[in-house]
């Protein structure tokens, strides 16, 4: 039998979650499910079923995020494609692939968006299992779910008549209210899901003969990709050069071999607001809750709060509050939150890309207040963990720990600080931050300057191999 590799897509920016999901900390990193992430879950959904440590497609920006993540629920050291640009799903599965490939191996791929919902994990891995013996005969076999509703924000596959694995008749794309209802009523057709199983070199080889240029170009940015421990840069040239296009559209639509198996397994894209509010808990009222929320007199809402939210009087709400903005949703029109995110980057606003506080391969640091001139944050530095060796050309800081242990290196002197101990960088100054101990390092930071842009930063040294 084939090894079975799960490869997790994980390169989706989650606009349509925002405020809580950002391009920078996106929804696969977020809890929005249960206690898990979404990265988390997904490995865990199929753990008990694989051969291998996964694969993980993502952006260059979240590889320590990938990695961080996956360590803290024990799962194997997975391999880490990088992406240096999005190029949509058919080149990241072929890059998948290659990597799968390079192990002298040809498995089976188990392809996983890596944020999705699955509430019934074992009937997923039983439709693994069933689907295998088509994907190594060759077919491509995509899942497709047992609709229970109209839903017009989901494509559909037409399958043809049969039990388990069978052809696909048709991709049709996203319906109106009317054809949706049609498709329900007519059967035979199922929620296109985007998870598919598919042997590595059979898709390849598809890939090949309906989109020669995507082979081409991923295979020359896997070819002179640098590896980096468990990272794997695609060359941002070459990838650069490849068309962008989905699975679907490159090979699932053309190919005489894409087949589907229906399954009913709690799937949920959990694409928008409305949509998580249809997985949650509900109470009596019909209102699903996410921190300190206090609701009167309102029915059918969903509520994310940080600090204390009340609802009266409401009715089919969308209130998510974070720590620099709030949104407030009819449930019903929670689709237009991404034109709220183009607005913000169209404004250039922070608050389209970045939270408040902002994750780095060594921890952390929230921007808890500025003005003119001044700027504090809030920093958390892991144990064993060390900021680059850097100077700023236009502010300098002043540092005061509060929790932990401190190594501090400023020009030529290297020394501790403790709890309730601060320290001077002047402007100009050579420093770095280290976390020699063996728990978080808390400080407080205070800028002070003409200028304190995050990009007011000169870099000399770096374990993370930032420029």
């Given amino acids: 039998m084939a090894t079975l590799q799960p490869v997790l897509l994980s390169g989706g920016s989650g606009t349509r979650l925002w405020p809580l999901s950002r391009e920078a900390y996106p929804k696969q990193f977020l809890p929005l499910a249960g206690d898990a992430t979404m990265l988390q879950a997904t490995w865990q ?12 497609v993502a952006g260059e920006d979240h590889r320590f995020l990938v990695a961080e993540q996956l360590r803290q629920i024990g799962a194997p050291t997975p391999a880490i494609v990088l992406e240096p640009l999005g190029r949509n799903t058919a080149p990241a599965i072929a890059a998948a692939a290659l990597q799968a490939l390079a192990g002298d191996d040809d498995p089976l791929l188990l392809v996983l968006p890596s944020d999705h919902v699955v509430r019934d994990g074992e009937a997923f891995r039983a439709a693994v299992r069933q689907a295998m013996p088509a994907a190594e005969a060759g077919a491509l076999v995509t899942f497709g779910v047992v609709p229970d509703a109209p839903e017009t924000g989901f494509g559909y596959i037409q399958a043809a008549p049969g039990d388990g694995v069978r052809k696909v008749l048709r991709f049709v794309e996203k319906p109106d209210a009317a054809t949706a209802q049609r498709y329900l009523d007519d059967g035979g057709y199922y929620w296109n899901s985007g998870m598919f199983l598919l042997r590595a070199s059979r898709y390849l080889d598809e890939l090949q003969r309906f989109r020669p240029d995507i082979v081409a170009a991923v295979r020359a940015a896997f070819d002179t990709a640098a590896r980096d421990g468990d990272f794997i840069r695609l060359d941002k040239a070459a990838f650069a050069a490849c068309p962008s296009d989905s699975i679907d559209y490159a090979v699932m639509e053309k190919t005489d071999a894409a087949c589907v198996l229906p399954v009913d397994i709690g799937w ?6 409305s949509a998580l509010w249809e997985v949650s808990e509900q109470d009596a009222d019909g209102n699903a809750h996410h921190g ?4 009167i007199d309102s029915r059918n809402s969903y509520a994310y709060a940080r600090r204390l939210v009340a609802l009266v009087g409401v009715d089919d709400l969308v209130v998510v509050e974070t720590d620099d903005a709030v949104l407030v949703a009819r449930k019903d029109k929670v689709q237009q ?42 920093i958390k530095v892991k144990p064993g963990a060390r900021l680059s060796l850097q100077s700023h050309e236009r502010r300098a800081e002043h540092w005061v720990v509060v929790r932990g242990t401190a190594r501090v290196t400023r020009d030529n002197d290297v020394f501790e600080l403790f709890a309730n101990q601060s320290t001077y960088i002047p402007i100009g100054a050579k420093h770095r931050l280290e976390n020699p101990g063996s728990e978080m390092l808390e400080l407080i930071e205070v800028q002070s300057g003409d200028y304190l842009g995050e990009d007011d930063i000169v870099r000399y040294e770096d374990v993370y191999g930032r420029s």
């Fill in 337 to 378: 939150v991404k034109d709220v995110v183009a607005r913000l980057k169209a404004g250039q606003r922070s608050q389209a890309v970045l939270h408040r506080e902002v994750h780095r391969p060594w921890g952390s640091y929230d921007s808890i207040d500025m003005a003119d001139g001044f700027q504090v944050k809030r």
């Fill in 268 to 273: 949920n894209d959990v694409g928008s607001w």
């Fill in 292 to 295: 300190d929320v206090v609701s």
């Fill in 45 to 56: 959904r199929v753990a008990a079923i694989a051969d291998a440590a996964p694969i993980v």
